[in-house]
Structures are given as structure tokens and as C-alpha cells.
């Protein structure tokens, strides 16, 4: 389906940049097993590599299962072109390596995955790539926390795990100003909730890992944004550090993608009910739902996103041994970090995805022992909550 079609977004995830005329009628996109592509003659291939004809040369430099995966999720996101990568931290590595040099300077959000900030760290120590953290979230902040170095500004949003939310007009209207580019990594929200790039930001990278494959199946990534930009990013950064997907895992993401719509919709119907039950009961301090409208960025989250999205965050009314006794005594919902699968997850981020971060720093994001993080899945939610009320009981 053409990117210019009138079709919303649940057809787009179905049919977007495919067309089964060009793949022998093949009602699914055949998975281009191949790692190379053969010339007609010699003329043939030079005119490939030199890029006066279209065509495929080499699978690291693309392959017609990845594109049409890239073509389509470029759709999706209302971006001009995507590249996928083999995982969002080769997604996120590719976007910050082809945005900065050195001695640039990267302004985030407060609260980015655990590896982006490894990623950082590693930029500064090689590369002199300064960065800093701000809340974001007044103008004279965001204009002061911009450098006359600052290349970017990366966030996320909703912050993992506290569901704080960054408005994302606001940034973006300095940003442009300025002539700073915005990165934002929209793998909690996916694009059928939040369209960062309709929004004004630059470049939308997702971990394709999570919910754009949807089942717990695939580590992959992506970068959405101008052709310009991807451009850069394809030639100068993927075909040389090379994090391409493979075209079994594109297929993957492909089939995903087309129950996106469906699933994003039970997610959250489920993630707002789950909240709702947890907020009420007596073992539950605190709940962190953007769905919630007691959420101090409920206004935003009307603002940018369709509706509250799949994750939350509660904390135990108790100590540290409650919540442990709490989590081992869920039947039905397996602890594990990731998200966005069919299956609800629940993550204890100060002993796992957030340990590294200093017990009085962990303690002021409010990352409290007693924290935890759930993906809601798409079981019925009434087991999902006999699960969590029943475990509730052994405190
Ligand atoms: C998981 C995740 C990543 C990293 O993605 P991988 O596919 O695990 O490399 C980056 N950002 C966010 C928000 C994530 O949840």
C-alpha cells in the first residue's frame, strides 16, 4: 500500500508499503533469506554499487523483507523512510553516533533505559560527547539546559518506570528554534498512542523488541525520520558499524505489526483496569498510570497520546520482604524484564532494571524498594487481577 493512501492506521499496519504484484503474488512478504544479490553482468553490478540503478547489492546494505518492514513502519510513524536494526540498542547507538561529534553535547530526559545511559557514558569516556539530564518540563528549563554545543535532545516519554510524561510540543517548539534536533525513543507508546514526528521531533527510535513484535520473540530495532537524516544514518553508520536486522526477524515485526491497533487497545483497556483495582486496595500506596487522571501529567498525556498505554508502576504499602513475598506468591504472572508482550510482566526496577543507579539517586527518581513495574498483557484482566489480588493477601 502506497505511503499516500487515505487508509488509517489499522490498514496501514496490515497492508503498508507491501504490494503481493511485486513478490509473485505472495499474500505475505516472503522472508529474502539471502545474503547477496546476483548481477545480470558486470555493467550491471557497477551501476548498482555506484547508485545509478535501483536494486539490491549486499543484505547489510538492504534486503526486500527489511524494506518493506522499514517502509511500513515509516508509515505508521508519519516519517519519510526507517531502518531497522538488530536490536534498539544498535537503533539507539546508530541515531546518537550519526547525530553528534565530538565534543557535541546530548540534553535527555531524567529517566532513560538503563543501556542508553551505558551508551552515554561510553560516548564521554571515548568521543568527549557531553551530556545532561533536565525534567523538561517549563520553557525557561528546557532553554536553559541548551547548550550552545547541545546537537540533541533525546527522550523518553512515558519515563520508565515512575510514568512521568514530557510534553512533547513544547520541546520541540525551542528545539526547532534553536536548531537542535529531537530524538525520541517511543517504544513505550508505540505509534498508534504517540506520533512524535507529527508532534515536531526529529528521529523516533523503538526498541522493536517490545511491542512492535508483540510476542516475546525478537530482539530488533528501529529509527524513523526524513530521508535525509535515514539517508545519513543508512550510509554512513549502519553499512559501516552494520546492527542490520536479519530478514527472519523483519518477517517477525511485520507479522507483529498487524495487530498492533488491536493490541495496543486491550493493553491499555486492560493496563486502565488493573490500575483502577490497584489504586483501591488497602496493600497499594501509590499507582503510576498516565491513564489515571490523578496523574500529575494526565493533561499531557490527553495532549500527545491516544490514551494511557500498557505499563504501570504501583508501590506496596510495606517493606522491602512484602513486596518480595508479594511478587513470589504471583501465579499466573511471570517475573521478567521487557514488555509489550501477550503475557503481563511484572520487574522489581531497584534490584533489576534500574540497580545500577545509586540507592540515594534510585531513592529521589522514586524508585523505591517497594516499586514495581508491570506490562500489562493481553489475558483477561479479571485473571490478571485475581493473580495480583490473591498475592496481595500474603502480606
Ligand atoms: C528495551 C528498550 C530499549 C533497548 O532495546 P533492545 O531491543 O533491548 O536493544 C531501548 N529503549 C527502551 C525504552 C526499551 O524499553
Not at 171 to 192: C, L, Q
Request: some cysteine; aromatic content about 8%; glycine content about 8%.
Amino acid at each position: 500500500m502506497d505511503r499516500n493512501s487515505h487508509h488509517q492506521f489499522s490498514t496501514k499496519a496490515i497492508h503498508g508499503g507491501y504490494d503481493p504484484k511485486e513478490h509473485k503474488d505472495s499474500l505475505t512478504p516472503p522472508i529474502y533469506q539471502t545474503s547477496t544479490f546476483t548481477f545480470s553482468t558486470l555493467e550491471q553490478g557497477a551501476k548498482r554499487f555506484s547508485g545509478e540503478e535501483e536494486g539490491y547489492v549486499y543484505s547489510r546494505l538492504s534486503n526486500p523483507t527489511v524494506a518493506v518492514l522499514e517502509e511500513r513502519i515509516a508509515q505508521l510513524e508519519d516519517g519519510e523512510a526507517a531502518l531497522a536494526f538488530s536490536s534498539g540498542m544498535a537503533a539507539v547507538s546508530a541515531a546518537l553516533i550519526g547525530l553528534t561529534k565530538s565534543n557535541d553535547h546530548i540534553l535527555c530526559s531524567k529517566g532513560i533505559y538503563g543501556c542508553t545511559f551505558g551508551l552515554l557514558q561510553l560516548l564521554k569516556n571515548k568521543y568527549h560527547i557531553e551530556y545532561s539530564f533536565s525534567d523538561l518540563s517549563t520553557t525557561e528549563e528546557i532553554c536553559s539546559q541548551i547548550k550552545e554545543n547541545t546537537a540533541c535532545i533525546y527522550i523518553e516519554t512515558p519515563i520508565n518506570p515512575t510514568m512521568r510524561l514530557i510534553d512533547l510540543e513544547k520541546v520541540t517548539a525551542i528545539a526547532n528554534e534553536k536548531g537542535v534536533k529531537v530524538v525520541v525513543d517511543n517504544t513505550f507508546s508505540t505509534p498508534y498512542l504517540q506520533k512524535p514526528i507529527s508532534l515536531g521531533c526529529d528521529l523516533v527510535i523503538h526498541s522493536g523488541t517490545k511491542y512492535i513484535g508483540g510476542h516475546g520473540d525478537v530482539v530488533a530495532g528501529v529509527v524513523v525520520g526524513s530521508h535525509d537524516l535515514i539517508k545519513t544514518l543508512k550510509g554512513t553508520v549502519q553499512k559501516d558499524i552494520g546492527g542490520v536486522i536479519a530478514p527472519f526477524d523483519a518477517w517477525l515485526l511485520l507479522r507483529g505489526i498487524k495487530t498492533l491497533a488491536v493490541r495496543m487497545d486491550r493493553h491499555s483497556e486492560n493496563a486502565e483496569k488493573i490500575a483502577l483495582s490497584l489504586k483501591k486496595h488497602s496493600k497499594i500506596k501509590n499507582v503510576y498510570y498516565p491513564g489515571d487522571s490523578d496523574h500529575p501529567d494526565y493533561h499531557i498525556m490527553k495532549k500527545q497520546m491516544r490514551n494511557g498505554g500498557g505499563l504501570l508502576s504501583f508501590e506496596i504499602k510495606g517493606t522491602y520482604e512484602d513486596t518480595v513475598r508479594f511478587v513470589n506468591h504471583l501465579k499466573l504472572i511471570p517475573i521478567a524484564v521487557s514488555l509489550g508482550d501477550a503475557e503481563t510482566l511484572i520487574q522489581h526496577p531497584a534490584s533489576m532494571t534500574h540497580s545500577v543507579i545509586p540507592d540515594e539517586v534510585r531513592i529521589k527518581m522514586g524508585i523505591t524498594n517497594q516499586l514495581l513495574r508491570l506490562s500489562v498483557g493481553l489475558e483477561a484482566w479479571e485473571d490478571i487481577w485475581e493473580d495480583i489480588n490473591t498475592a496481595l493477601k500474603a502480606i
